[in-house]
């Protein structure tokens, strides 16, 4: 008989219309990194939901160190010692990193006074021991992404788990933070503690993984040894054919240029320069990639592109024609189109129907519109043709976005910015979250756009994604673009030396010496 | 499932309903005849021409102040200072009716612009605060409301009469009542504001729903965020959707003014208009037909109350304790799905 | 000198007015920041006057001076029982807040005066014989100036009001159920991922709400209408709910808040004793409170930011 | 359930009542049972209500009575109907009017022009409005000589005042309150033209919280005496001077109350505050003129002014311990000067000027 932790067996998992989780096994080993792979929507996060006590499965049994257990709530998975990094983090905002990590089971002192010095005092010791820097005192809104993470992790631990669930934890981080990453889950693993690990980057599971679950459309397809395996074959498990990994692309052929930035001066929302007198151009028929880690102005980049935030100094030109400070609409107007990189936030309205969500930009212009009224019919005639143009998954037009999934959502607001045929494509972090199938259709699109002569700028913080598709990767490190390479005269160290502040030079040599 | 239409006109229904039925239930349990007394609230409401008349014409205010309501809420705006724009609106219609002397065709469209321009320049105030400082629409309406009061009651007293209390009559031209049509619903105070509210009705159905400005709007609603990035002005819209809502509020004002009195007259305190006005939209959904038929149950609820005490011994109040509950199951219409849902699942 | 003799003077009208506000405002306090809108405070507060001054009438034989005490009591306990109509709805059936609210503050009233005919036979009780007295208090008002502008002629529920406050502020943000009925506010899933029972804090928030606004009515009925009426309390709740926003959704913001409508308000009123607002018309000192309240907040508090999850019913696993 | 819990006054009402129905032919009406059941009487409240402890309930108690007295039978005979709203006025008139009532009553200025309207429209039926005058054959205007008793309280208050300085706590600013003031204003510069008067109104007669920091204002710079004309608002005026009663004994604070006798809202453990009331029965307005309604001599398109001689405005004297033997018989005193037109009271700022002027 193995040696257990966590044996899910037979579980099912419905939601209104739909099986979820149809009879799947999951069994993790004491000390093991366990993968979940699967396509977007496969079922995953379901499962881990029932696993960590938020949903109740409809069948099937449960154990924990071999003995059958009922988890109803996350408190029980808690006590159990099952420990759960979401998706979308759930970190209270205004609080501070301590304060997130004992709420709910907080140390105190008489009349239910928080003792929050000896809760520091305590996430210290923990942070210390497995490596997680954190500062407890800071707000979590403050702070990068990759501490959230981290905050996260205290999070189980200090409530006692030995099994930690961490759901797609890389999808947010920058190579950087993913190397910390995976470094602290080996500390975990060392320490005795089982990792369940869902994530869509095969090569994060061959790199660190011992073997991985695969599920497809709600059922359990195998599970298999990561060293018996490789990505190929998993890939085809997950997708059921065989995926192609190498964009193809021809090399670039840039002509004038279409986006010039001159010496730009960004200031974030707390009046902090952000963005420190930048200058770039990016010419049609080109994709430039910048490459950089969350937090080096990027974000504050875009927004004074795209007139979401007022540049303090510089010049913003497009097609030489001055777009400094415009505002959102003239900036959209003038041939700019953005793919955001918080598609909830940004890029849909949610309750709106997927039709309505495809003119967002468009709605007062004809044939959409005529003396300020709406026709509905051009718009779901439009709606039809790019939701099967762009492959958009939706029952139908008339959906809700909140509806879709997160790869169909970005394919419609993909639709609806590529269709706009932009003299310049913004793409901030297009395939966040994604599947490979559908990075895979993503990345053709916007190769394609390229080949129809348009200024591609991609922001991301995957140096897979800055790689395999810019014709021209700019390094952003702390305002500035500090150097420029080709993609295939770098590699991922030198970049990622770059985007952490090295001089050129150095980064080279130093790539150079570790090779 | 059921689908949501269906469910959408089901659950007012049932809200109803279940809201008499608590009434009756409070009757029974201080001893009235509950059949008693809703036969003499039905009376009252329907009984003859007359009181169906009343129905109506306690029912139009109620349709612009929700109109007023549901229309910010669906720009996402909280406006509970309808309450004040139609004491705004009415004193602007009425001043317009006893300071001008002008052919009817002319004076009443005036008297209603000047409400609804009143009503809007009310709405504006915490439209452009709450766009530009990021003010509170909620706190900002609040206080509007008792400078509001505060201000047609000075204004009554010095500029529309001579320190008096009421203002003098509109002129005839003015007037949305005619003789004709009272006459015809045996002498009620009926006058042709109802047309005037179906009118805004429609208006509003078509604004939000079919024309890009209304596009706009509710996504500002929704998500301004979104749309901010896709190039609508957030703080125009808020504005914008403000001071419509107060113009719808300010022309149910004048439905007061022009219509149903025909003068104004100091208040001691609200009218309730603006308030009623909250849980008008509400019941109906935030939707322009919601609303309208929302305001009439309400009118006739109102009005038929007024017959429960002569006619059955029933406190007027407990009319207050069926709207009351009727709003209250209508919140809580998640309750209503899951009846509805088990209802299913053991008919299956 | 004559316009510090009138401050001094004014004080003591500041506080007693401010009472009711400072209760039932930290009431909404609690409530919104555990996620739950609450603008059936006025409701609330109806509710608690009510059962106040009825309690009070017919006890008042049994408890002699003691009854105004037991009467705040019951007019506490009443609200909020009350308010369970509102966390059913809000809390367990995911209803709009908003729609729930009014829905409180219209059946308060309808229920008030029914009760009220049917109990004494008309659309208005008795006058109270127990009601609540200024004091003066030993010691700390013999303090020169302060002690005639904060400790003479003031009410006890006025600094029972106060240090509630302050309680407030300590149990929001100093102890552990503070901070998870904050989060609950913030980010439901959050604190539910936590083992938080937010449904129960929820509850335990409204709960609370219901108990403040039902003092603040309480309060307001036992030591100013002395009796209770539909129009008793006619606006109260709305100001209390503005005194939340304007303090920021925080306890020490709303009693600030309260203190500066009770401030504003008293100032209509003896406005015309200050020899520079001498000739100022009634009008403008009768509207002076809010507009000032409408100042305020455009020039110095400006945006404020409510809690995050304020207003949504939380709905397990959805996003 | 409804009805006076205050039998004292029903039944003071009732022997005038037939004091009254003796000049007005009324015992035919007593004892013929079919003439009596033929007339029928009714009210519409203004947004009071008919239990407001103050004129709606006045006038209601005398319908009543009125009834009563005639072996009318409520709902048939006599009734009232309860206003909610302005917007209530004239549907309760037409409900009423429909239910074949042949004498109602407005009661209240706001109700004037519901009466205009609804008394053109039914040109047979008789309609009677109490507090203002409004034109019409078939209406009978009732108003009262607020003027009159507010001067001889105002008497009163100069008189009881050590400070000599007292106070007017006015509900919303309008004409007809304009005469309590003026009355009272009047009364007191009678007795002494130096008197300082604080006047203030709290553009409200339903904020208890608003009348109680006008009181506290003018007590606090020194009145003793403070009259009050704003319904609701003036229980805050009382319960400020119960309160200052009750932590110093000898105080020394008084109010005057309106419309009804007050003394029981000033009842402070065993010290009462209310000084005296300036009454206004409503009462016997009404009952006068269904008296003469029910003679066949209703006073159609006819404007009755009630005044002292009447009876019909008249000065509480139930607290006994403050309102002494002294005040008493200088409020008389000057009563007689009233009736006997020596001394008219004044009904606007410019006629209190000019009365000023003149003492
Ligand atoms: N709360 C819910 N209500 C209804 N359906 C749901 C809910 N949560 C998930 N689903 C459905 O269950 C299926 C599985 O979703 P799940 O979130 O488990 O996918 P996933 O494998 O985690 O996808 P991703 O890779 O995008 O994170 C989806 O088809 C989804 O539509
Ligand atoms: N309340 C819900 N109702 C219906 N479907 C839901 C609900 N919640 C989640 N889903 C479905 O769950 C699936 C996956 O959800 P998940 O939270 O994993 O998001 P995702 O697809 O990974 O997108 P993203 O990562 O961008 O949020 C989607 O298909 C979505 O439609
Ligand atoms: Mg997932
Ligand atoms: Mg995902």
Known sequence: MENYVIEMLNIRKEFPGIVANNNINLQVKNGEIHALLGENGAGKSTLMNVLFGLYQPEKGEIRVRGEKVKITDPNVANRLGIGMVHQHFMLVEPFTVAQNIILGSEPTKGGGFVDIKKAEKEIKELSDRYGLSVDPSAKVRDISVGMQQRAEILKTLYRGAEVIILDEPTAVLTPQEILELISIMRNLTKEGISIILITHKLKEIMEVCDRVTVIRKGEGIDTVNVKDTNVDDLAALMVGRQVNFKTEKTPANPKDPILTINNLQVKDSRQAMMVKGLNLDVRAGEIVGIAGIDGNGQSELIEAITGLRKSEAGEIKLNSKTITNLSPRKVTESGVAHIPQDRHKFGLVLDYPIAENIVLQTYYQKPFSKNKILSFKSIYKHAEKLIEDFDVRTPSPRTKARALSGGNQQKAIIAREVDRSPDLLIAAQPTRGLDVGAIETIHRRLIEERDKGRAVLLISFELDEVMNVSDRIAVMFDGQIVAEVKPEETNEQELGLLMAGSSKEKARQKAGDNK | MMDNKKLNIIIPIFSVFLGFLVGAIVMLAFGYNPIEGYSALFQGAFGSMYNIGETIRRSIPLVLSGLAIAFAFRSGLFNIGAEGQVFVGWFAAVWVGVTFDLPAIIHIPFAILAAAFAGAVWAFVPGILKATRGVHEVVVTIMMNYIALHTTNYLIRTLLSDGGSQSGRIANSASLATPGLQEMFGYSQIHWGFIVSIIFAVFVWFFLEKTTYGYELRAVGFNPHAAKYSGMSVKRNIVLAMVISGALAGIGGAMEGIGTFGYMYTHGAFTNLGFDGIAVALLGANTAPGVVLAAFLFGALKVGALSMPPLSGVPSELVEIVIAMIIFFVAASYMIRLLIMRFKKEEN | MQFIDQFIAMMPMVLFYSAPLIFTALGGVFSERSGVVNIGLEGLMVIGAFSGIVFNIFTADIFGAFTPWLSLLVGAVAAGIFSLMHAVAAVSFRANQVVSGVAINMLAVGLGVFLTREIFGRGQTDSITQPFYTRSVPILSDIPVIGDMFFSGAYYTTYIAIIVAVLGWYVLYKTAFGLRLRAVGEHPMAADTNGINVTRMRYIAVILSGVLAGLGGATYALTISLSFAGSTISGQGFMALAAVIFGKWHPLGALGAAFFFGFAQSLSVVGANFEFLANVPGFYLTIAPYVLTVLALAGLIGRADAPKANGDPYIKGSR | ?359
């Not at chain 4, 609804?118 to 005058?133: C, K, L, M, R, Y």
């Open chain 4, 1 to 359: 359930a409804c009805g006076s819990t205050d039998d004292e006054t029903a039944d003071d009402q009732a022997d005038q009542d037939t004091e009254q129905n003796d000049d007005a032919s009324g015992d035919e009406a007593t004892d013929e049972e079919g003439a009596a059941s033929d007339f029928s009487l009714a009210m519409v409240t203004d947004e009071g209500g008919v239990d407001d402890r103050s004129f709606n309930q006045s006038a209601w108690e005398g319908i009543e009575a009125f009834g009563l007295d005639n072996g009318l039978e409520r709902g048939t005979g006599f009734d009232y109907a309860q206003s909610d709203n302005a917007a209530d006025f004239l549907p309760n008139f037409n409900n009423l009017v429909n239910q074949g009532y042949q004498l109602i009553f407005g009661v209240g200025y706001q109700l004037a022009n519901a009466v205009e309207q609804v008394a053109a429209q039914n040109p047979e039926g008789h309609f009677s409005i109490i507090d203002e005058v409004v034109e019409g054959d078939n209406i009978a205007s009732v108003t009262f000589a607020e003027e009159q008793g507010s001067f001889l309280v105002g008497v009163a208050a100069a008189l009881k005042s050590e400070s000599q300085n007292i106070g007017f706590v006015g509900g919303v600013t309008s004409p007809l309150i304009k005469r309590f003031e003026v009355g009272f204003v009047a009364g007191a510069k009678s007795v002494n033209p130096d008197i300082n008067v604080q006047i203030q109104y709290a553009e409200s007669f339903a904020d208890e919280g608003l009348g109680r920091s006008i009181a506290n204002n003018m007590y606090s710079s020194g009145a003793d005496v403070i009259y009050h004309a704003s319904g609701a608002t003036g229980l805050g005026v009382f319960t400020e001077a119960r309160n200052r009663v009750e932590n110093n004994p000898d105080a020394g604070v008084w109010v005057i109350g309106v419309d009804r006798d007050q003394y029981e809202q000033g009842q402070q453990g065993d010290m009462n505050v209310t000084l005296t009331s300036m009454v206004k029965r409503v009462d016997v307005a009404v009952q006068e003129v269904a008296a003469l309604a029910m003679a066949g001599n209703f006073p159609g398109g006819e404007h009755l002014i009630l005044g002292i001689e009447d009876e019909a405005i008249g000065i509480a004297e139930t607290n006994t311990d403050a309102y002494t033997e002294e005040i008493k018989a200088a409020v008389a005193e000057w009563q007689e000067k009233l009736l006997s037109g020596e001394v008219v009271a004044p009904q606007t700022d410019d006629e209190l000027e000019a009365f000023v002027e003149g003492l």
